[in-house]
């Protein structure tokens, strides 16, 4: 299997005196899907802002393409090559899909007076859209008329035209409909195939094993170690995420339906 | 799903009429106002409204105020508000009557002074609301009285105890920059075209309009650097981007405070540019100048298609807003109808936009 693209070891991260992490260990390789999972509260958003930049580690080691390395600001990791996809996507429902799709990274025209090359845009945005599987009715149609999996995907295939190596997709399918879910687990697929490591953050277990080449659980800030796809079933990593015992109990009176 | 580059269109989109397309460019409503209002005093003003001389009428005042209406549109579409621009066109109008005429300094250096000072204060305007995260509505309010106050005392202090500083046409008569800032431009022109009967004459041989005036031809050079500024340059981006959602436009890189900050320096150095204009037109300078333009600015971006919440709008609609503003304010003249119906009008106008203005952003983000 070939190295990591990123290698995070022992990552500690204390808030104060709350310990949001308690050694993380966790890595991605290229081309395949690396699915973090956990519930509400397991450390999960401290640990992508770890990785994204946002947050210096109070200990532990990050390893870039087999160099030790530490993101300054998110600018850095965007530099290097994290890409990553919050929730709220960064984009702008009033402005048309290229002008978010460029959004700070205009392509420029001209020596003097450096001109938006807005022919250039709609032609890169409608043609990287179209390999995502959207047709757009026009590069000037607004994003507020998307759908949410459309805009998922619009955030994606921008992240991936910018040279992404790593894509961390934040709870990607959180607010989407059965249909534009497996839209978003597509384009995953779609992304994984050209190469770039995916990490893919979720609770839900079905989501996460429909797509996902090698699962890790996060519990109370600390790793739960990591299986490889066709040695744990869902049952287990549900198990895993909620810490064992209590679910269990849960379940007898629900009838096995989380 | 298909990953095919030549799959067919979406089978349930239809494609969009010439009109619905219309319908979602920001300035149609200034556009279609203009229009209305043209037939509106088609009918009932008089034919004198719409020759030559009437025109130049009513685009001056449209010429001055809109030069404060794009700068407050490309401002509104950042997200932001401006409140001082009246005050500051009254202190801007002071520091440049203090320079011309007690300091007696050439208008190459008058000019770029009292520009500067504009941005300065524009600058610590769009400082403050970035550093105080407050809203740049309670911000450049206290600009407002801070300014208006603050012209007030000065001019006592330069004048001796007086409101007002005259002596300002004598100080800049015979610069060679003042036939930019005053007059009227293309003069030769005029009475070339009066001489063949082109355009109305006295009965001297003298053109009735005798020339463009210069506000009317800064009017159309900031709405054609500002519209292309917004729709073809990177720059245009940002400000859509940081006025529709400066979170989401920092994330993506979008350097957010300076191109806030550069929008209440526009907005400033807009004000600037009015007092110069107007303060060698009238030959003097007072507390007063600029009053309530802060609104009037404002009216006009709204009427020009600006959402009061930011990242939508044009400069090219609030170039149609301030020119039915002009047309309202003169046009009443030119008619029966009592002139101060003015304020009547200009209310109704400005509801009417901001309704408009949502129906058509609900249409954009297909909100249903």
């Known amino acids: 299997m070939s190295d990591p693209i990123i290698h995070m070891e022992n990552i500690k991260k204390h808030f104060g005196n709350v310990i949001a992490l308690n050694g993380v260990t966790f890595d991605v390789r290229p081309g395949e899907c690396h699915c ?4 509400n509260g397991a450390g ?5 802002k770890t990785m994204s930049g946002v947050h210096k580690p109070t200990a532990g080691e990050i390893f870039f393409e087999g160099k030790p390395l530490s993101f300054d600001s998110p600018r850095d990791a965007m530099e290097a090559g994290i890409a990553t996809v919050f929730q709220d996507l960064a984009m702008i429902p009033l402005m048309s899909v290229t002008r978010n799709f460029f959004m700070g990274r205009e392509p420029t025209r001209g020596r003097v007076i ?16 179209r390999k995502m599987g959207i047709n757009l009715r026009a590069p000037d149609q607004a994003v507020g008329t998307l759908s949410g999996g459309e805009r998922q995907t619009v955030a994606i295939a921008r992240a991936v035209y910018f040279g992404a190596k790593v894509l961390i997709l934040d709870e990607p399918t959180s607010a989407l409909g059965v249909r534009q879910t497996s839209n978003v687990l597509a384009t995953i697929d779609r992304v994984r195939g050209q190469g770039v490591g995916v990490v893919f953050i979720s609770h839900n277990v079905r989501h996460a094993m429909a797509v996902g080449d090698r699962f890790t659980v996060l519990n109370r800030g600390q790793t739960l170690g990591t299986a490889v796809k066709g040695e744990i079933d ?7 995420m909620a810490g064992g015992q209590e679910l269990a109990r849960l379940e007898g009176s629900l009838g096995g339906t989380i | 799903m298909t990953t095919d580059a030549t799959s067919p269109a979406d089978e349930r989109i239809k494609s969009e009429s010439f009109v619905t397309r219309l319908m979602k460019r920001p300035e149609l409503g200034a556009i279609g106002g203009v229009i209305l209002v043209t037939i509106f005093f088609l009918i009932t003003a008089d034919s004198a409204m719409f020759t030559l001389s009437g025109i130049v009428n009513f685009l001056t005042p449209a010429a001055q105020l809109g030069i404060l209406g794009i700068a407050a549109a490309m401002l509104m579409i950042g997200g932001e508000f401006d409140l001082s621009i009246g005050s500051m066109v009254a202190f801007t109008g002071l520091i440049f009557g203090v320079l011309a005429v007690n300091m007696g300094l050439p208008l190459i250096v008058a000019i770029p002074v009292t520009l500067l000072a504009a941005a300065a204060m524009g600058a610590l305007n769009g400082y403050v609301v970035i550093r105080t995260g407050l809203p740049s509505f ?5 600009f407002l009285f801070i300014l208006r106050g603050a012209s007030l005392v000065g001019l006592k202090l330069f004048t001796g105890g007086s409101t007002q500083l005259r002596g300002v046409r004598d100080a800049v008569q015979g610069d060679f920059l003042t036939p930019f800032f005053s007059g009227d431009a293309f003069g030769g022109l005029f009475r070339w075209l009066a001489e063949r009967g082109i355009v109305e004459s006295f009965g001297s041989g003298a053109p009735k309009v005798p020339g463009i005036p210069v506000e009317i031809l800064w009017f159309i050079l900031m709405a054609l650097v500002c519209t292309f500024v917004l729709l ?4 245009g981006n940002w400000i859509f981007a940081t006025g529709g959602d400066d979170n ?5 890189g979008v350097p957010v405070r300076r191109v806030k900050i550069a929008l209440f320096m526009l907005t400033a150095c807009a004000a600037a540019l009015v007092a110069v204009i107007t303060v060698i037109d009238a030959g003097s300078t007072d507390a007063r100048r600029g009053f309530m333009k802060e609104f009037e600015a404002i009216i006009t971006a709204v009427i020009g298609g600006c959402l009061l919440t930011g990242g939508y709008g044009s400069a090219i609609g609030a170039f149609f807003g301030a020119i039915i503003f002009g047309m309202v304010t003169i046009g009443l003249t030119y008619t029966d109808f009592d002139q101060d119906w003015f304020q009547v009008f200009l209310g109704a106008m400005l509801l009417l936009a901001v309704v408009f203005n949502n129906v058509i952003r609900k249409r954009v983000t297909g909100e249903r």
């Not at chain 1, 999960?44 to 992508?48: A, G, M, V």
């Not at chain 1, 450096?114 to 859209?129: G, H, I, S, W, Y």
């Not at chain 1, 869902?234 to 895993?240: I, N, Y």
């Open chain 1, 114 to 129: 450096k001109r938006f090359d807005v022919d250039r845009a709609n032609a890169v945005t409608m043609e990287e859209m």
């Open chain 1, 44 to 48: 999960k958003s401290t640990f992508i």
């Open chain 1, 36 to 39: 973090l999972l956990g519930d």
């Open chain 2, 232 to 235: 073809r340059t990177p720059a």
């Open chain 1, 234 to 240: 869902a049952a287990e990593l549900q198990d895993m």
């Open chain 2, 248 to 252: 989401a436009a920092a994330n993506s």
């Open chain 2, 138 to 142: 309670i911000v450049t309010l206290a």
